[in-house]
């Protein structure tokens, strides 16, 4: 994953590694001596606050980053089996996201989480938050972080079957994540949910655009582009 590299336990701040050193070693000693007061996903407490991160990372924020993801996600596993992600509180869960986010802004873990694992649960309310969150994200750094809207906006189309939903989303990727290393796949991806939602018009109308434009580099996906274009002229024509 794009990101920060891996960086040894030692530079973790001595703050930091105090503060989970003690929490971890709680719960073993609680387990240890009373299984039935274990943890449980429900009781995630809200995060530190962004005063508080600042004070206890002595300037490095980056290990930090990762030793907050390492803590929420130890409430995924408790008493030794994994506990549903719906048990959590996504507001706290999603405040946490944020701060370790604001921590590393060059992280990809907590996006990746909130896409692929905590918006993978049989509640929609909760998937809809998490997906949400990925998109208000995306805004922040678009040229790094469109993967995990891109999973958004397949979640959207295929999870929750809300198709402007995810035309939304792929819609974002399309105006905003403009890069060169952004592939022309997911640049296109509202033009394919266009067409699954009928609206062959307006997708004719954008893949004329990219190829009149010359948005298109690669003569294979020109000739691919081209193709599309003529099916979807020809499917128009059949309906009128």
Do not use: C
């Not at 990727?173 to 266009?194: C, H, R, S, Y």
């Amino acid at each position: 994953m794009a990101g920060s590299l891996e960086r040894p336990f030692h530079v973790v701040p001595k703050g930091i590694a105090i503060i989970f050193g003690l929490a971890f070693a709680v719960q073993i000693w609680v387990r240890a001596t009373n299984p039935l007061l274990v943890p449980k996903a429900v009781d995630l407490p809200a995060p530190p606050g962004s005063n508080a991160l600042a004070v206890a990372s002595f300037g490095d924020p980056i290990p930090t980053a990762k030793l907050l993801m390492l803590y929420l996600q130890a409430f995924d596993y408790q008493s030794g089996d994994r506990t549903p992600f719906q048990a959590l509180d996504y507001g706290k869960l999603q405040a946490w996201l944020t701060q370790i986010l604001r921590l590393d802004p060059n992280g990809q873990y907590p996006l990746m989480a909130a896409s692929r694992l905590y918006a993978d649960v049989p509640n929609e309310a909760k998937k809809r938050q998490m997906l949400e969150f990925v998109y208000q994200e995306f805004f922040r750094d678009p040229g790094r972080r469109w993967p995990w809207l891109a999973h958004a906006a397949a979640v959207a189309k295929h999870g929750l079957k809300d198709l402007p939903l995810a035309r939304k989303y792929a819609a974002a990727i399309q105006q905003n994540a403009t890069g060169e290393d952004v592939p022309l796949w997911a640049k296109q991806m509202e033009i394919f949910i266009l067409e699954d939602m009928n609206e062959l018009e307006t997708a004719r109308i954008m893949i004329g655009g990219y190829i009149e434009k010359g948005l298109i580099k690669s003569p294979g996906e020109l000739r691919t582009m081209e193709l599309r274009l003529k099916e979807i002229e020809s499917r128009i024509k059949k309906g009128k």
